[in-house]
């Protein structure tokens, strides 16, 4: 674990206590945030790679950085709401609602965009997603910048989103010039993407805050029903980042999908299968389920009474994975419900939808 700072091939890496912040540090990332540089920052959902969302060049510099496909728009972290009026054409009724109850937090609202946004940072696309992190050391960051922050998750492009500093620094050391440290993500899981721009508000990215907490606001709300399908050939979904592959580990996945009980006797036999041919299987099982598996490399991703932990350790577990050398990841599947959409969302596109359904 890193204590302090320290730079490491030419990225400054600094360790934040959220219960202590240093300024000294909030004010050095600021500054390279001011003079068009990436910081890579913690956010309650994932690790966010940050520049300043008005500046062309620096936006690029993110495209660059992750190598991410042009036509995929970034989201906007902001720490204020008087900070929202100037990026905006007009803040939707339902738009004020959701900001209301669930801001600072892990949902994004994309409203039309005002001028001042550039093309690069929207991909071209006349919305913008607009973002208020609740995370200390975030909302800090931002503050200091007095910019709006532009922030992709920090990953390479198609990989697992950071949710700790180290599999950040995994990724963009030496290719960003600072990173702030702090503790691991609470979340786990990107925020949940609603698009306010027409009525009834659509959810593009289903996140921390679910589906059943949005429709206490407003009982129409609905997920995109593209999503959760294998994107077809030339399909342009309402958020262009859903028809990549994403969230990928090196080796490929298998969600096994059914009942309990069924899913284990499946997994086994495939393991058995595998180990015959010479290959070494990873196995992304629950606490509940963990000891039923004798062979190949078991990892427990959380509870699955408590779906908040799985969210929470799911993209950690695929890199974990890789560490292991894993040939092929049999996953379980989860009941699409609260927060297992988002889960199944993440690994539905990890596995390229290679789901066996008993
Ligand atoms: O939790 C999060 O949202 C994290 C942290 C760092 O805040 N950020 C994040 O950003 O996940 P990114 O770029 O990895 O994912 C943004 C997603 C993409 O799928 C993108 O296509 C969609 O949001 N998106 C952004 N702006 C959009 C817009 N104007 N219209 C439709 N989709 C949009
Ligand atoms: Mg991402």
């Known amino acids: 674990m890193l204590k ?17 912040i240093d300024k000294k540090y909030i004010k050095e990332a600021a500054d390279i945030i001011k003079k068009g540089g990436l910081v890579a920052f913690p956010t309650e959902t994932v690790y966010g790679l940050g520049a300043n969302a008005l500046d062309s060049e620096a936006v690029k510099k993110i495209f660059q950085a992750k190598g991410r496909p042009q036509d995929n728009p970034l989201i906007v972290h902001v720490s204020d709401f008087d900070e929202i009026d100037p990026l905006v ?32 940072t929207s991909a071209g696309l006349d919305s913008i997603g607009i973002r208020m992190p609740s995370n200390k050391i975030a909302k800090e960051f931002i503050k200091e910048c007095k910019l709006p922050i532009a922030a992709p998750s920090a990953n390479i492009s198609g990989r697992p989103s950071p949710t700790d500093v180290e599999r950040c620094i995994e990724d963009l050391n030496g290719k960003i010039e600072y990173i702030i440290g702090g503790e691991k993500c609470d979340i786990g899981v990107e925020s949940t993407v609603i698009d306010c721009t027409n009525y009834p508000a659509c959810v593009l990215r289903p996140g921390g805050i679910t ?28 958020a262009p980042g859903m028809k990549y592959r994403h969230y990928a580990p090196k080796a490929p996945v298998k969600i096994i999908q059914g009942d309990l009980q069924k899913t284990i006797e499946k997994i086994n036999e495939m393991v058995q299968n595998y180990i015959s041919e010479n290959k070494v299987v990873g196995i992304m099982a629950t606490d509940e389920t963990k000891h039923k598996y004798t062979k190949g ?55 390229g939808f290679n789901i066996i359904k008993l």
């Open 89 to 120: 054409k007009e803040i939707p009724d339902i738009a004020h609602k959701l900001m209301n109850k669930f801001w600072p937090g892990p949902m994004t609202i994309i409203m039309k965009k005002s001028d001042i946004i550039p093309d690069v």
């Open 297 to 351: 490399v078991v990892i427990s991703v959380g509870t699955r009474k408590h779906m908040e932990t799985v969210a929470q350790n799911l993209f950690e577990t695929l890199r974990m994975f890789d560490d292991n050398n894993v040939d092929v990841i049999l996953a379980e599947g989860f009941e699409f419900k609260g927060v297992g959409i988002a889960v199944m969302n993440r690994l539905n596109k990890s596995a």
């Open 4 to 20: 302090g700072d320290e730079i490491i091939m030419n990225t400054k890496i600094v360790m934040i206590d959220s219960c202590n």
């Open 211 to 238: 589906l059943e907490m949005l429709k206490e606001i407003d009982s129409n709300i609905y997920i995109d029903p593209a999503i959760m399908k294998k994107p077809e050939k030339d399909f342009k979904p309402k």
